[in-house]
């Protein structure tokens, strides 16, 4: 149920690709703000146009913060933890997914920066 209603309030899209490990309200300390964390790990399917059957998923990326919109009085972070295959061969060969959901480098999803940006 829970991750229903979060594929209304999410990034359009980000459900294909992540699935949701952690959801938890928290307290910036900082800010003295609510804060409500989402955590998400990419599914494991390997970028197109690589075989299968030639790389090894071998964990993931350290996680990258991401603030989105708002929801009720709460501020929204999503922790995005990446996933990276390594070839079986050439162990120095990694290759991951891009995804066009986050605005290169910014620390807002794409959806929140664009709004950021028509404000006056």
């Given amino acids: 149920m829970e ?3 979060l594929s209304y309030i999410l990034p359009e899209g980000l459900l294909e690709h992540f699935i949701i490990t952690q959801v938890e ?3 910036d300390e900082a800010t003295k ?6 955590e ?6 390997i970028p197109s146009g690589y075989e299968a059957s030639q ?3 071998k964990g993931f990326y350290p996680g990258k913060r991401i603030h989105d919109f708002p929801i009720r009085d709460r501020a929204v972070t999503l922790v995005i933890r990446r996933r990276r295959w390594r070839h079986k061969v050439n ?10 959901l ?3 480098g910014s620390k807002f999803t794409r959806e929140f920066s664009d709004f ?3 404000t006056d």
């Fill in 3 to 5: 991750k229903d209603i």
């Fill in 55 to 57: 790389y090894e998923s």
């Fill in 102 to 104: 986050f605005t290169e």
């Fill in 25 to 27: 309200e928290t307290m």
């Fill in 40 to 45: 998400l790990e990419e599914k494991n399917q």
């Fill in 116 to 118: 950021l940006k028509d």
């Fill in 91 to 100: 162990k120095n060969e990694e290759i991951h997914n891009d995804y066009p």
């Fill in 33 to 38: 703000t609510k804060v409500l964390r989402i």
